[in-house]
């Protein structure tokens, strides 16, 4: 944007690793959208200031009770959604 400021953007499409049929309620449970926005203002070559925002989104998904994990026959996990706020100050020692 100019010689102090940059915005930044992003998007990440975070595929679960865990299979259905392996899937358990103690990992993450499904597909994972995150979007990000923030700026970053630079005073002087020495000093950073950033911040970000940024919105996580999981899908739904059915989780299949199993002989490892017996408590439950389904459950369902549905619409997950997570906000993280960022803000950080970087100085460069010369």
Known sequence: FSKHWAFLTGYVFDESP??????????????????????????????????????????????????????FETATTNNGLTHAVSLSLTFKLR
Request: charged share 15%; with cysteine.
């Open 18 to 71: 865990v299979p259905d049929a392996y899937i358990d309620l103690t990992v993450p449970t499904g597909d994972r959208h995150r979007w990000s926005a923030g700026c970053r203002y630079m005073p002087n070559d020495y000093t950073t200031w950033a911040f970000a925002y940024t919105l996580i989104w999981t899908g739904d998904r059915t989780i299949y009770g199993s002989a490892t994990n017996p408590a």
